[in-house]
């Protein structure tokens, strides 16, 4: 927790910086004047939604660098083969283009899937997944990932962090100008003092927890869409088989920030943590789909 605050607090001077320097550059250089509250609402927009889009758009080449995945181009042996046999299948089903398929080494049960663009994305297995799991699971944890990909979630994710990035970035202002005003005397022709920015960078840390809790709840539930689109997908037993393997490492990721959300296996969380945490409890997951109603594999990935 810590490590994480210390990495938004040096994320939010930098982004200070930049304000700074753009608005000064607009109003300064091209003449454009924008009211005060008008100003800064562009400027988080434009802040929130541009690194969380970059992000999105550079996801995949940020996870093979990372993780250091490489692509399967042509298939050596016959795990590699089938493994990219079965996500051809399942693309197919669920109406997507075909994913890069990679492997990545890494001792736990993992895999991940990512990028821009459905129909352009990437999907990736740890060589403890390959090692661990029987055909049928694995074919449950590709087809969990290959959900994510059809159901949209890595741009429907980086637009509701880019929503709240903006919600951050604007509130904590309005706010500490408004504290900043009150303790300040109203000091609006000398501009904000340093408590104003004192206040800013403290608003900035307690709204981006609250908006990382909202980010984490709607990854959880998202979590549960992909577990439904891969029993769809492969069959819900092999979906639960898969799911209670997973038992084996869960908890454990060497998966790097930027893609833990779209795992399979994510880190456990009790009490308040688990509001933090991109995955549900492996068990509520497992019942989830044990209280759903019985389906045949149909191919349709997206659960809405």
Known sequence: MFKRIALFLATNLAVLILLG??????????????????????????????????????????AKRTTGAQVI???????????????????????IGMPEVAVYDAPEINAFATGAN????????????????????????????????ANGDMVTMALIQGVLNTFVLFAARIVGGWIDAMLGGQRESRGPGIFYFVVVMVLDVVFGLIASMIA???????????????????GRH???????RLSQTYGQSTLPNQVQAFGISGAVGHGLSRLMRSHPPLEERIEALRNAPEQRPSGRAVVR
């Open 21 to 62: 320097i753009v608005m000064s550059v607009l109003q300064n250089v091209f003449g454009i004047r924008l009211g005060n509250n008008g100003g800064i609402l562009v400027m988080a927009a434009v802040f929130g939604f541009g690194g969380s889009l970059i992000s999105l758009l550079m996801s995949k080449w940020i």
């Open 73 to 95: 181009e042509q298939p050596r042996t016959e795990t590699e083969q089938w493994l990219v046999a079965t996500v051809r299948r399942q693309a197919e089903a669920a109406g």
């Open 118 to 149: 459905r129909n352009a994305a990437l999907v990736a297995v740890s060589t403890g997944l390959i090692r661990a799991m029987s055909r049928d699971e694995a074919e449950a944890v590709l087809a969990h990932e290959v959900s994510h990909v």
């Open 216 to 234: 984490m709840a709607f990854s959880r539930y998202r979590e549960f869409r992909a577990d439904a689109g891969g029993a769809q997908l492969a």
């Open 238 to 244: 092999k979906m639960i088989a898969a799911l209670q």
